[in-house]
């Protein structure tokens, strides 16, 4: 997909200024970088793909363990800060228990913990916008992409049937689908980009389809 690497300027700043800055202004931190995520659509794509059906323990036991994978990682970070925000979890009270020796927290918990999850969380975002919306300027490594989605979007419309959809919802997804498939014939990264954004809003409101859709987005990777 197309993409400008200037559109993640804000979300790493706003990351890079919540790991340099004091724990005491924690809650405008959190608040900036949510609502950062919240105003940004494709960054909040990969969020919302990443927390779909991700299951966050809020009783987070003795020790603390965080995903391994990007998606975890973004899924578990961005579930915990919204904790944070609402009140849920306590922030100081989280920060002593799990980046504190002494049960009390200071700045050097502070940058532990930004190091340990927020520092994962920003490289775990930028690696999944790359994948997702920069592709390189090699024409042999755009056409393979393209090829991928003709390929997947062929066995999803000879597969139509099989997600039992309403009449019209089969022909929205059909119409969607021929598109995707156009765009990716004349190399229109543009055009791509926005069908599959279609796609995934289509397959979230038809959870039927939302297999195809992850099906189309593995062209990416």
């Known amino acids: 997909?197309?993409?400008?690497?200037?559109?993640?300027i804000e979300f790493n700043t706003a990351?890079?200024?919540?790991?340099?800055?004091?724990?005491?202004?924690?809650?405008?931190?959190?608040?900036s970088?949510?609502?950062?995520?919240?105003?940004?659509?494709?960054?909040?794509?990969?969020?919302?793909?990443?927390?779909?059906?991700?299951?966050?323990?809020?009783?987070l036991g003795e020790t603390l363990t965080v995903p391994r994978t990007e998606k975890g990682i973004i899924a578990y970070v961005y579930n915990l800060l919204y904790l944070f925000k609402t009140g849920e979890v306590d922030f100081y009270k989280f920060l002593s228990t799990y980046f504190s020796?002494?049960?009390?927290?200071?700045?050097?918990?502070?940058?532990s913990f930004a190091k340990s999850l927020i520092l994962p969380f920003k490289e775990a975002i930028n690696s999944i916008y790359a994948k997702r919306h920069i592709l390189v300027e090699s024409s042999d490594?755009?056409?393979n992409h393209y090829n991928k989605i003709k390929n997947s979007t062929k066995i999803i419309v000879q597969n139509i049937d099989n997600f039992k959809l309403k009449m019209n919802e089969k022909d929205e997804f059909l119409m969607l689908l021929n598109s995707l498939y156009l765009a990716?014939?004349?190399?229109?990264?543009?055009?791509?980009?926005?069908?599959?954004?279609?796609?995934?809003?289509?397959?979230?409101?038809?959870?039927?389809?939302?297999?195809?859709?992850?099906?189309?987005?593995e062209c990416f990777s």
Do not use: P, W
């Open 184 to 217: 990716s014939e004349k190399n229109d990264k543009k055009m791509v980009y926005s069908f599959m954004i279609a796609l995934d809003y289509f397959s979230r409101v038809n959870k039927k389809t939302r297999g195809a859709y992850l099906m189309l987005e």
């Open 33 to 59: 970088l949510l609502r950062i995520i919240e105003e940004d659509e494709k960054i909040k794509n990969i969020v919302a793909t990443c927390i779909d059906g991700f299951v966050f323990n809020e009783n």
């Open 141 to 143: 490594y755009q056409e």
């Open 101 to 111: 020796t002494d049960e009390t927290s200071s700045s050097e918990d502070f940058i």
């Open 15 to 31: 990351c890079d200024e919540f790991m340099a800055g004091k724990y005491i202004l924690i809650d405008i931190k959190i608040n």
């Open 1 to 8: 997909m197309s993409g400008n690497i200037n559109e993640l």
